[in-house]
């Protein structure tokens, strides 16, 4: 039991955090910075590789060679569109029954909470139309997606096109063991929401929409297609989901095997790999795609419809397809063999990804960083807490033992401490809960939009807070502050650091 | 000896509250309490409480009694299918109470909480009485005054301890999802009020509640049994005859109990079903839903070649530790409570956070020693993290299912070390106090520099 039982090793240890706090600090800053930053070195990186054994080796012949039919329904599916204003429901499910599918409609509608900047509306609604491939032999309770999204203004018409192609293509193979539901969905993550509450039933956001007529059992994985022009120069893949989620890194993988064998030039985070890692330009840009990486999963949003579907345990990811002004075109056949390799390498999925990480960074599409490699650097940083936390500590339970003969000042009592951390949180409940609250009252009495309302209560509530110091000094006041202070300190830093104690293995 | 004298009636003669103020405070906070707890059970949360597998476990959920209530109803015994694994007392309680029932879980944390103020404040007095009789034969060294307890320090401990319990987040968790751990603890407060108040009798019938309701508590036997013997001042020593003829009549007036009401229960159902449903579950330990024990993880993984062995081991873990313990703190028989208490709690095969918040209740007991506690901080910052990180695994693994199970465990087990090592400081802190009171403050080697206490 040494190191917290004998008082000497003891004594050794506190003198020590407390003699060389601000260096160790500082240190561990510069350690944690500098960790992070060399991840994207490429010597301190793994390759990718596929951890599913079911994925394991791609001996097919993909035989897709119906781009031209795939663009001369993106042609139709445009025309259509243009005539009907949105998604054209009707023209579409046809399509999708005469291929085969069993064809089935969701109306979804809901109501914004801030009204459309471009329209002032509140209400949006729209369908999605999806068709489902039975499997000819399988029992029906496993499926992989094909989605596409009909989104405002006339893009991604080529991925309704590729996607409708695939579909009387894949009509006509035999060896399919999961169902294929072939989803085309209005208004982005509006209709993917809606369609994937109906479809596991359940009402997170509160879309109402109507009851959900087809499934196709559970979904294994979801590719999301967007394809903007009829010749594409390389494919993009995105990762990144609601909330900074990530499907499974095999899901990836197989993405780039198959860009491999098929010969296309693939991206992440829209640029393309490079050999030098050992010059300062290939290693600033292996750390800008990382960095691109970590900045798109704060921000929280999902940047493809896929990452909708991470919530509810379905690996996805987003394909896109860039028109840059490269030299090199590559056409809708090989974007569809593309297409078919990984549907058929899903097909042999005999379990959800569940094998490689789920928690990585991707400086390149070939290396990754796991996480147990970046937290650590994430670890130093909380580190410092912690040594402050201990050192406040150590001080306070130091200063009572000094003086025996003169009068002691009375301790902060509980009250007066408890005082400013509980106007400090309700000060955060206030501007969580707050602004939304008020919301229609502000817009009653004040001439302001629903969106300025927001905006000046939050910054209303700040404005009271930075009055917060001179209160709490008032309310402070007296002799114990200094110890009054110091325990403020300790207390609001312990629960930032006690996270660390469990970073992830 | 003048300067002992002269600090301790110094501090004798300061305020002392009278009994109606004190009743005051344990009312308002018995009524925040209240007010809480009927917040919650109003709110959204209360489904989502009642799910938690840290708050209730296959022993105690309130799902279980309805599922035993409805079997019951139908005419079928609640046993059968294995789900329901209440005592018939309990069903029979609960058939009359069913409408009311988050009242009576109010009801129940209230009846603890008012017995542990009753129980710590007789204690309190019986023991600055013991602290007195001691300073007047001067049986104490002359630099211990600081270590000395004062009426002012203890006067605020019995609210303390009914604020420790009734506003422990744990607790109020566990009222929210109306665990019948609730109603344990009720009887076990309610059998320390009585082995404190000094009735035998009632104790040993509280004790055999206890004992019915979860087994483990008969472990609580050797320290009422140690209580009762230093009240009546029967010495502790085999070769008494005082000493057997006491102890003989609580340990008959205890199985006499636990006979009687287990007859009780057979003739309430007709079958000795729930003694295999309800002790044969506690101690066999089928079910394996993951908890904030050491179980689960363990015998998931146990081929059944071995099961009896680990399971026998496991067992005697819980009540292995009574016997030294009691040898050691044999003049001490409230610590020995609080520590048999906590080792149940931590080491029992279905615990729950209610199982934890009772013996963190006696916290404010021991708070004159806080000078000696090495750990404290350590200890806090762990029970924080985990019970902070228990909810965020349990998503990640069932719900994300980016972890597994290993991350859950881990997070269990740190938990538990982390109360064991709080117990352990505690004792630790106890025994330097004695030590001390004995043997002088500040210690000095022959040659007069300052020496230091190792534990070894």
Redesign the interface.
Known sequence: ?GL?????R?RALTNLVTRLNTPLCVMCYIVGITWFLGLAFEPFTLRTYMSENAMGSTMVEEKFVYGDRALSYSREFSGHRKKVGGLPVDWLGKTMKSRGLEVYKQTFSRTLPFPDESKERYMVKGTNVYGILRAPRAPRTESILLSATCSEGSNNNQAVGLLLALASYFRGQIYWAKDIIFLVNEHDLIGMEAWLEAYHDVNMTGIQSSPMQGRAGAIQAAVSLELSSDVITSFDVVVEGLNG?LPNLDLVNLFYAFCQKIGMLCTIQGKLQRNDWDTLPGYSHSLNTMLLMVLKQSSGRPQGDHGLFLRY?VEAVTLRGINSFRQYKFDMSTVGKLIEGMFRKLNNLLE?F?QSY??YLLPSLTRFVSIGYYMPAFSFLILILMLRA?DL?VQLSNTPRVQDDEEQDPGPSMLSLATPIFICHLTGLALYFLPILSQDMATQHFPVSETEAVVFTAIAIYVAGLALPHNTHRALSGNGTECGWKFETLISS??C???W??S?? | MPAIFHYISQHARGERLPPAEMAASLVLVLLIAVTVRAVLFRSSLAEIIAERVEVVSPLNGWKRVVEGLALLDLGVSPYSGDVFHETPLMIYLFHFVIDYSEIVFMIADAITAVALYLAVQDYNKIVYRKQKYTLEAGRYPLDVAELLRTPKEMMYIPIKVAVFYLLNPFTVLSCVAKSTCGLNNAVTALFILCTIKGSALLSAIFLALATYQSLYPFTLFAPALLYQLQRLYIPISVHSPRFWIFTSQYGSMYLGSLVVITCLSFFLLSSWDFVTSVYGFILSVPDLTPNIGLFWYFFAEMFEHFRPFFICVFQINVVFYTIPLSVKLKEHPIFLMFMQIAVISIFKSYPTVGDISLYMAFLPLWHHLYRFLRNIFLVSIVLIACSVLFPVLWHLWIYAGSANSNFYYAITLAFNVGQILLVSDYFYAYLRREHHLIHGLYLKKKDGTEETLILK
Do not use: E, K
């Open positions: 039991m917290l039982s004998d008082p000497n003891r989620q345990h959800r569940h789920f928690f201990l500590w312990v629960p650091c006690a996270p104690l469990y992830a293995d």
